[in-house]
């Protein structure tokens, strides 16, 4: 019933930068926390970030802290993940979700988000 749509990944150097998009496809998700994840090859799914409706809570992965940003336009029902400075690892597939649940309640259940897109690719050549 929510559905997300990722954009902007590709391939990409290392060193380099790239923004990805996330946008619902049918209902709204104005209020809702949204969150970015990852899939690496061989690895299990691992938290990005996160950003709240009203931005007074951002959370991001140490792994990515201070490279990646995470932003949205709520006027365009949009969120973005602004990512510089990649590097090989990287690389994955990312997804975007979304909860109705604030950012407190997420983190006590690991960021077990609602609703997600289905991915998007996003290599990183050495």
């Known amino acids: 019933q929510v559905q997300l749509v990722e954009s902007g990944g590709g391939l990409v150097q290392a060193g380099g930068s790239l923004r990805l998009s996330c946008a619902p496809s049918?209902?709204?998700?104005?209020?809702?926390?949204m969150g970015w994840f990852r899939q690496a090859p061989g690895k299990e799914r691992e938290f990005v970030g996160l950003?709240?409706?009203?931005?007074?809570?951002?959370k991001y992965a140490d792994s990515v802290k201070d490279r990646f940003t995470i932003s949205r336009d709520n006027a365009k029902n949009t969120v973005y993940l602004q990512m510089n400075s990649l590097k090989p690892e990287d690389t994955a597939v990312y997804y975007c979700?979304?909860?109705?649940?604030?950012?407190?309640?997420?983190?006590?259940?690991?960021?077990?988000?609602?609703?997600w897109g289905k991915g998007l690719l996003v290599t990183v050549s050495p």
């Open positions: 979700a979304a909860d109705s649940r604030g950012s407190a309640d997420l983190r006590k259940v690991n960021y077990a988000m609602t609703y």
């Open positions: 049918g209902r709204t998700i104005s209020p809702y926390t």
């Open positions: 950003i709240s409706w009203s931005v007074d809570s951002l």
